[in-house]
């Protein structure tokens, strides 16, 4: 944090008034549109759309599963960030390119190769399948595809933050007698934990809003392997612009307050942490 | 945000930017408007949905080379295929199609009722319903029919998974549902009770419902998925004779509904464009003797009857109900079926409703 200097450079006042209007042109304004749609609906019209047996299917499964998603990355990507950093080993750099690589795909598709791998004639799905497990086309499939476009998020986040740990930190507290899980519990991980956090969130968002790939392997069922997103469509589908924003609106609120909750307890950890005599 | 380090901020900050200029993409594009009347190329538009590629490309240029020779006019079309409900509403937000073919007419319906852009009385203006050429719902079954599935009835039955994409996301999966339900309504004894039933029974045979048809056709043949797949007669034809003769093949069943895809100007735009003459002569052309040959080459059955008996072998008799006789229009067969709460909705409500 010492790097940043108090205004460099001057015009503080003008870059803030162009944030704002162009947060207000790309953001804001968009989004107010979408919830003045649903106001050409009556109460009980949204209420009808949005609470449906049908909606509430959707919108466990896409909450459920894109939290199960950020959580395994959360796991495993801090896991590929501490082995890119910590470790050489040939072939490294192309390790390091191909964890950026479901950012640069289009999702249709890794839905479409996924579906592909883990149906009952795939590479993965005649095995998994042999014992007893079906991916594509269950709820697991969608988490599985979820999983897959979250990854570079977390490890991408944590990566950096890995990088400035000090090897001499480590060295300090084995000097005071710290086992290498108390080296790794009580300093790297509470270091690190904002990053983790903020790549969780980002997993977490990525994943809420997300439609081509899990489109492919979910199968589609009303009832039980059915997305919001998709819900979405199908109102538009029947020209019912109103409901598909209802439910827009819906998904926009609860991905906002809980994306904001994870914020705060990012911020909260980080307080902690910098209160932390070091 | 709060950022953590340096190291985060910059990367986020890339990952800003990128999101940043997708979400401006948009407005670059479109920039350039397509040149009217008054220029010496005239261009036309004409949005279509998906399996009618490969039949426009071939259409227009055999349109483009008479319009030519007859006008001495430079004219260029272009052409737009995507879903057949995406591209409806992209023409009713604004996208200037100067004429749409789609899949059915429901969608073209809409063109009136949300924008306004061509009168209600729109399927009159040409004949047979404004659609030029027809198709029929069949089956696909993998070659040597190892469950031998002949008609409705087979489908039904336990042990059998049926492969149609989602009626509420896709227009050809609809084709596909009122074919089923028009069949049992006509049997001995059929009525709305029945026919809910046996779509009931046929649904709860359907293991996937893919969002569209030709994501439904990957399922039943790539990941070779189900027994049956349900699909457009010309989507069928495609499939065995160009992907594989040797592994599918098509049942037709008994009898099975008249699938009429619709043509029509859209006035506004055309009017607004300067392109009405071009437009109206380039729809006629498809009822012309070389507009129903190359529709029959490309898997539509030809509305010309003459055309019809030279392509008979290709195409094979079957029954056909049309959607007016069996439910009443496409509004009607949409509000009761395909909307929120209707039929469709209710085959998957949970029981304890």
């Known amino acids: ?278 | 945000m709060p950022t953590v380090s340096t190291g985060v901020r910059s990367q986020r900050s890339r990952t800003h930017s990128l999101l940043l200029l997708a979400a401006l993409l948009p407005l670059l594009h479109g920039c350039s408007k397509p040149s009217g009347e008054g220029s010496e190329a005239v261009t036309l538009l004409n949005v279509s949905y998906d399996p009618t590629r490969e039949f426009y490309e071939e259409f227009n240029a055999a349109f483009v080379k008479q319009w030519e020779a007859k006008n001495g006019k430079k004219l260029s079309i272009k052409q737009s295929h995507g879903g057949s409900g995406k591209q409806a509403r992209a023409v009713i937000d604004g996208l200037e199609a100067d004429v749409v073919t789609l899949a059915l007419a429901y969608d073209v319906d809409m063109l009136h009722d949300k924008a306004g852009l061509i009168p209600e009385n729109w399927q009159t203006r040409l004949e047979t319903n404004s659609s030029p050429y027809t198709s029929t719902i069949v089956f696909v079954v993998r070659k040597g029919n190892p469950k031998g599935v002949r008609d409705w009835e087979d489908l039904v039955q336990p042990g059998i998974s049926v492969i149609t994409p989602n009626p509420k996301t896709s227009g050809g999966a609809r084709w596909n549902y009122l074919a089923a339900w028009g069949h049992a309504l006509r049997q001995q004894g059929g009525d709305d009770a029945k026919a809910q039933e046996f779509i009931t029974r046929l649904f709860r045979n359907v293991p996937v419902l893919d969002s569209g048809a030709r994501g439904a056709t990957t399922t039943f043949a790539e990941r070779g998925l189900g027994d049956v797949l349900l699909a457009w007669e010309n989507e069928a034809l495609l499939l065995t004779e160009e992907v594989g003769k040797e592994r599918f093949e098509i049942i037709v069943p008994s009898e099975s509904i008249l699938a009429e895809p619709p043509v029509t100007v859209v006035d506004k735009n055309v009017d607004k464009r300067g392109t009405r003459a071009v437009a109206e002569a380039y729809l006629k052309h498809l009822y012309s003797d070389e507009g129903q040959e190359i529709a029959a080459k490309h898997h539509y059955r030809p509305r010309s009857p003459a055309i019809a008996a030279k392509y008979a072998s290709h195409f094979p008799p079957v029954k056909l109900f049309t959607i007016d006789e069996a439910f009443g229009g496409w509004r009607k067969a949409q509000q009761t079926h395909f909307d929120d709460g209707g039929i469709f909705d209710r085959i998957y409500a949970p029981k304890s409703q």
């Open chain 1, 1 to 278: 944090m010492a790097r940043r200097a108090r205004r460099i450079l001057p015009g503080y006042g003008l870059t803030l008034g162009l944030t704002w209007f162009y947060l207000g042109l790309l953001v804001i304004i968009p989004l107010s549109s979408l919830f003045l749609k649903t106001f050409t609906m009556s109460w009980d019209q949204f209420w009808g759309t949005v609470a449906s047996a049908r909606a509430l299917a959707a919108y466990r499964l896409t909450f459920g599963a894109s939290l199960a998603a950020a959580l395994i990355n959360a796991v495993f990507g801090l896991l590929v960030a501490w082995v890119l950093v910590r470790y050489r080993f040939p072939g490294k750099a192309l390790v390091d390119a191909l964890v950026d690589l479901p950012f640069a795909l289009p999702t249709a598709v890794a839905g479409l190769t996924l579906t592909a791998l883990y149906s009952s004639n795939g590479w993965y799905g005649r095995y998994l399948e042999a014992a007893g497990i079906q991916v594509a086309f269950t709820s697991l499939g969608v988490a599985v595809a979820l999983t897959f476009i979250g990854l570079p998020f977390v490890v991408r986040t944590v990566q950096p933050v890995l990088e400035d740990i000090d090897a001499d930190v480590e060295e300090a507290a084995a000097t005071l007698g710290a086992t290498p899980w108390e080296t790794f519990t009580r300093v790297i991980f509470p270091s690190i934990l904002p990053a983790l956090l903020s790549g969780f969130t980002l997993a977490l968002a990525r994943a809420l809003g997300e439609y081509g790939s899990v489109v492919f392997i979910s199968g589609n069922m009303p009832m039980r392997t059915e997305i919001a997103p998709l819900l979405i469509i199908t109102q538009l589908e029947q020209y019912d612009y109103a409901g598909a924003t209802a439910i827009a609106v819906v998904m926009l609120t609860a991905s906002f307050a809980l994306l904001l909750a994870v914020n705060l307890l990012q911020r909260w950890s980080r307080r902690r942490l910098e209160a932390r005599p070091s």
